[in-house]
Nanobody
Framework: QVQLVQSGGGSVQAGGSLRLSCARSGHISEIKCMAWFRQTPGEEREGIAVFYAGQTYYIDSVKGRFTVSEDNAENTLYLQMNNLKPDDTAMYYC??????????????????WGQGTQVTVSP
């Protein structure tokens, strides 16, 4: 099994930055790819970035502002968020899977999820 523990959320003003962390433990060799999602109340969970083999795909709304990176020595995946906007306010989740990492969870169930961390951006 794999455990994902998140940290780094908080509140910032528009234009500010936050860095989210997702620490991995357990049977890490099972992981083939990872992804970052976010969700606001009453809305579906939205995939914003997929990380695989050192490469990342970002959705257009965060491209150029958000950056995914990893520290293999610490077994941690990061999401650096710059120039934050009020629309970025959401609960942010990291996820990992043994097979694939689609941006949509409508027809797929990820194997592992972090507990989520709140990001609030004030105007």
């Amino acid at each position: 099994q794999v455990q994902l523990v998140q940290s780094g959320g908080g509140s910032v003003q528009a234009g500010g930055s936050l860095r989210l962390s997702c620490a991995r433990s357990g049977h890490i060799s099972e992981i083939k790819c990872m992804a970052w999602f976010r969700q606001t109340p009453g809305e579906e969970r939205e995939g914003i970035a997929v990380f695989y083999a050192g490469q990342t795909y970002y959705i257009d709304s965060v491209k150029g502002r958000f950056t995914v990176s990893e520290d293999n020595a610490e077994n941690t995946l990061y999401l650096q968020m710059n120039n934050l906007k009020p629309d970025d306010t959401a609960m942010y989740y990291c996820a990992a899977d043994k097979v694939r990492c689609p941006l949509s969870i409508l027809l797929y169930e990820y194997n592992y999820w972090g507990q989520g961390t709140q990001v609030t951006v004030s105007p």
